[in-house]
Structures are given as structure tokens and as C-alpha cells.
């Protein structure tokens, strides 16, 4: 929850420093001005609007991910195997997926 949560904080004030950035350059070129007091509190009221977008989608996902009984469990397979010299079999090559049930509720809200 903590990884999410700080992607959440992270990606989204970036996400408000390109807007803006981009408020700005347009600003510049339509040669208007604001009062800095007044963008200081639209930055902020951006800010606060983009990070609580993004964390409904995270805790969105979060949830899902908490909530469905069997998330997704990694399974690995052997595929061929080699005597060692003690004569015991030693996985050669293998493949592994990521497996699950119920996997269906949490699949869908990624996607």
C-alpha cells in the first residue's frame, strides 16, 4: 500500500509541474499575467485535484488486489531435468506464470 502511495505522490506532482509549465508557456505567448498570490493557489488547488484522482485509482486497484481471496500466486514448472552425479534429478530449464482462480476481479480493474 505504502509503494502505491508514494507512486501516487510522486507521479502526480510532476503531472502538476508539466501543467503548470504548460499554463505558463501559454500565459507567456497570449502575454497575460496573474497575480503570483492567485497562482500560487490554483497550483495548489491542481495539485490537491491531480493527487486525488490518482489516488482513487490506486486505492481502486489496492482494494481489488486486497479484497480478492487468491491475488496471483507465481507457479514454476520444470521442464527437463538432469541426473547430478549423486544421481538425484536437477531442474535444467523451467518456466513460470503467474497463476490464480479468482484472478478475474483483479485482472479487470488493470485493464
Request: net charge neutral; charged share 20%; aromatic share 10%.
Amino acid at each position: 500500500f505504502l509503494y502505491g502511495m508514494g507512486f501516487v505522490i510522486t507521479t502526480s506532482s510532476l503531472v502538476t509541474k508539466m501543467y503548470s509549465m504548460e499554463k505558463s508557456i501559454n500565459s507567456s505567448l497570449k502575454f497575460r499575467t496573474t497575480q503570483p498570490k492567485q497562482a500560487r493557489r490554483e497550483l495548489a488547488f491542481d495539485a490537491a485535484c491531480v493527487m486525488g484522482v490518482m489516488a482513487i485509482g490506486e486505492l481502486t486497484i489496492l482494494v481489488a488486489w486486497a479484497f480478492s481471496n487468491e491475488p496471483l500466486h507465481f507457479k514454476r514448472e520444470c521442464i527437463q531435468t538432469e541426473e547430478d552425479a549423486k544421481g538425484n534429478d536437477v531442474c535444467v530449464e523451467s518456466v513460470g506464470r503467474c497463476r490464480s482462480a479468482l484472478a478475474g476481479p483483479f485482472i479487470g480493474v488493470l485493464f
